[in-house]
């Protein structure tokens, strides 16, 4: 059971204090006119306030996309707009027509402050706003109240930094509005431009760092320390300086990132923080392990925290492990990867397929590949150990019953029912969870995510280096990042063939979708690129025509059963399992191997090279559409618009250029 301090709702209410806590300003007797001075009064109250503050921007008990959850979006809808997962949403299908107010703006914007206190955009900063007016005004001395408010600085620039990636410039509030004031221009702020919203959220995160300890004790594990706030710093600098804001590569803003992420990586440094290596850097152990240690993990940057405990008022589980086993260990098999995603990996020398050293076959695609492949995805016949079967082998083919082999193959190996791409996901799958405690389902799972990596620190640094001409500093930041994922290094450079400025762009984007695959920031790195379109400049330039996502359709995989003839199995029973009734074609997991084979993986060869022919599965994404689906990208999207409902109730806010406002196109530019 944990014991460290893992953010969750009134469970770290002393008990002393818990109801005034939860009666007086959890709810804050929905007093919108007045303060509650006793919590500002009490350090504990303090204290149990600013937790309550991190409960509304994080994952909740039970959240099953913990790792790629966002507070922008439901489920994974930012995720199904990258190669990472399959499916239609709102804002990759065709449109009949193209009017940009209703269906395709997104509402994260959040609607004008109401009598309500719903956890949404404008309500988080009112709260926020709250606690650093008050906070100081009642006798709590500032060995206390500096590390409280330079959390609420952190979240509160958070929150700005979420809306200005999406939005550009939003409305800069650093005061609690009231509501119900008679006077409603003090509440009828408009958009800042960009550039002033970019400044505010860096200020804000300067004094969260001059605020906030360079490490917490045990006790403080998950709360955002100086690091996290010179990290997150960066990070936005890096998105002002990229081409989705930068469309004409000032210098200046590439070299204010670089500056902010050398800060970052320095003051981490200092504090303990860096690339997790204990266990075997070679076979990406050390990189596979670094999400079940926790207190003193020097990789853990940001942690949104999670718990194992099964009591209702203080369980926070999370249902990342549930959701990405098989039904047939009574998961839920519903994270489904992509052909594409799984093409993306390089081989075991760093370099692609067709230029590493290592054969490439498609029939074992494999074989042979960075070190992290095998830590991110489980293919048909792979190992995937939980506590109560370290030696789990999860097999995913298929074979034809009643179909017609040129249909799609209608059996299939998992009784309980297969996820929709053949390929399983297992990046942060804890090989001791458990299937038999009281869900019987990986529900209690206390794994906690890292929203904010140190590798993700190296990275933003090599990359606002190379936007500096500081190459040989970005090359040293993929190097590093590859080493510790175990890539050989048989050529010196770990596989890196770039040199150029604009090569060495599309190297980190590269390494960047592999490192943090199905970690939330794909995305984000497509949005802040502008590389959803084959046709944009910047897609031309990095010569990344290939990832463009519009027009194209993500795919899986059939692994399909053949006899020894090599013809295709049809048959009622599955032909690769013994102990059936029906003869079998051969045994997935033999007893003794054929002649000249050791051991399971060189049989799994032996059945992949004889027995499994592979199928591209084409049904991840919408079929039978009239014309064909495929992904639809607008650029539009690049900075949403204001829903109509908003316009409506706040007619003083500029809708954004190229959507559709109350009276003509939009008008606010989100570039200054």
Request: net charge negative; aromatic share 14%.
């Amino acid at each position: 059971m944990k014991k460290h301090f893992n953010i969750k709702l009134l469970a770290l209410c002393v008990v002393a204090v818990a109801a005034s806590c939860k009666d007086e300003f959890l709810q804050e007797k929905r007093d919108f006119t007045g303060v509650n001075e006793q919590v500002y009064e009490d350090p504990n109250l303090a204290q149990a306030y600013v937790d309550y503050i991190y409960g509304m921007f994080l994952p909740k008990d039970g959240n099953g996309q913990s790792l790629y959850w966002e507070l922008a979006v439901d489920g994974n809808k930012f995720s199904q707009n990258t190669e990472e997962l399959a499916g239609q949403n709102e804002f990759n299908q065709p449109w009949a027509q193209i009017s940009f107010v209703q269906n395709h703006a997104l509402q994260y914007f959040g609607t004008r402050m109401a009598g309500g206190i719903n956890n949404n955009t404008w309500t988080r900063l009112k709260q926020i706003n709250l606690f650093l007016d008050e906070i100081d005004e009642h006798g709590l001395t500032p060995d206390v109240t500096a590390p409280l408010k330079g959390q609420l600085y952190f979240w509160r620039a958070w929150q700005y930094f979420d809306l200005v990636r999406l939005y550009g410039g939003v409305p800069i509030v650093l005061t609690p509005q009231n509501p119900i004031v008679e006077n409603t221009e003090e509440n009828s702020v408009p958009r800042s431009p960009t550039s002033v919203c970019i400044d505010q959220i860096c200020a804000d995160l300067d004094t969260a760092m001059s605020m906030l300890p360079g490490r917490w004790d045990g006790t403080g594990w998950g709360r955002i320390t100086s690091g996290a706030a010179a990290a997150l710093k960066g990070k936005v600098l890096l998105t002002w300086a990229s081409p989705q804001f930068n469309r004409n590569d000032d210098a200046a803003r590439w070299e204010r990132a670089y500056v902010a992420n050398s800060e970052a990586k320095d003051l981490l440094e200092a504090n303990g923080f860096g690339l997790y290596k204990k266990g075997n850097l070679a076979n990406g152990e050390a990189w596979g392990n670094m999400w079940f240690e926790e207190i003193d993990n020097p990789e853990a940057v940001m942690v949104y925290g999670f718990n194992n405990i099964t009591a209702d008022n203080i369980k926070k589980n999370n249902f990342w492990e549930r959701n990405i086993r098989p039904r047939e260990l009574n998961g839920e098999g519903s994270v489904s990867p992509t052909k594409q995603m799984v093409e993306a990996f390089p081989m075991r020398d760093g370099k692609m397929p067709g230029q590493s050293s290592y054969p490439y076959d498609v029939q074992k695609f494999y074989k042979n590949r960075d070190p992290r492949f095998y830590k991110t995805f489980v293919y048909n016949g792979a190992t995937w150990p939980y506590r109560e079967n370290p030696n789990y082998i999860q097999w995913s083919y298929r074979w034809y019953n009643g179909a017609d082999f040129d249909e799609t193959p209608d059996a299939n190996t998992e009784t309980l029912g297969p996820n929709a791409s053949g390929i399983y996901l297992c990046k942060a799958s804890d090989p001791n969870a458990s299937n038999t405690q009281a869900s019987g389902r990986f529900e209690e799972s206390g794994t906690d995510v890292m929203k904010i990596r140190f590798a993700e620190v190296i990275l933003n640094l090599a990359e606002s280096a190379i936007g500096t001409g500081r190459l040989a500093e970005g090359i040293d930041g993929i190097r590093a990042i590859r080493e510790r994922a175990g890539v050989e290094n048989l050529d010196g450079n770990y596989g890196m063939t770039a040199t150029g400025r604009d090569e060495l762009f599309a190297a980190i984007l590269n390494e960047r979708r592999v490192e943090f695959a199905y970690e939330g920031h794909r995305y984000w790195d497509l949005r802040r690129w502008m590389l959803f379109d084959g046709n944009s400049p910047t897609s031309a330039r990095l010569g990344l025509q290939d990832q463009a996502l519009n027009g194209t359709r993500r795919t899986g995989y059939f692994f399909v059963v053949k006899n020894d003839d090599g013809t295709r199995y049809r048959g009622n029973d599955d032909p690769m399992r013994s102990g059936q009734d029906g003869s079998i074609v051969i045994d997935r997991e033999p007893t003794d191997f054929p002649p000249g084979i050791e051991n399971q993986e060189e049989y799994l060869d032996y059945l992949y090279d004889n027995y499994f022919e592979i199928v591209e599965k084409d049904d991840l994404d919408p079929i039978n559409t009239t014309p064909a689906w495929t992904y639809q990208w607008f650029d539009e999207y690049y900075f949403f618009g204001l829903h109509q409902n908003i316009l409506n109730t706040s007619p003083y806010l500029e809708q954004t250029q190229g959507w559709n406002g109350l009276n003509g196109m939009g008008t606010f530019d989100p570039l200054q």
